[in-house]
C-alpha cells in the first residue's frame, strides 16, 4: 500500500461530514427553539378565541328567567 498524497482518507471525510453536521445541528436547535414559542402563542390564542366566542354564543341563546313570590 503506497500513500499517495491526492487520495483522501476515512479521517479526512469523517472530519468534513462532523464539520457540516456540526452547523446543521445548531441552527435546527435555534429553529425548534423558535418553532416551539411560535406553537404555543398560536395555541393560546386559539384556545381564547374559542372560550371568547362561546362565551358570546351562551350569552345570545341564554333566555332571562323570573322568578317571583307571592
Known sequence: ???DP???TRDQ???KFRELTGGV???VEAT???ALT????IGVAVIATAFLVG???GRRRSA???VRRI
Do not use: F
Request: charged share 35%; hydrophobic share 35%.
Open 1 to 3: 500500500m503506497s500513500t
Open 6 to 8: 491526492d487520495r483522501i
Open 13 to 15: 471525510i469523517e472530519a
Open 25 to 27: 445541528a445548531e441552527e
Open 32 to 34: 425548534r427553539s423558535q
Open 38 to 41: 411560535v406553537g404555543l402563542g
Open 55 to 57: 362565551r358570546r354564543s
Open 64 to 66: 332571562v328567567v323570573e
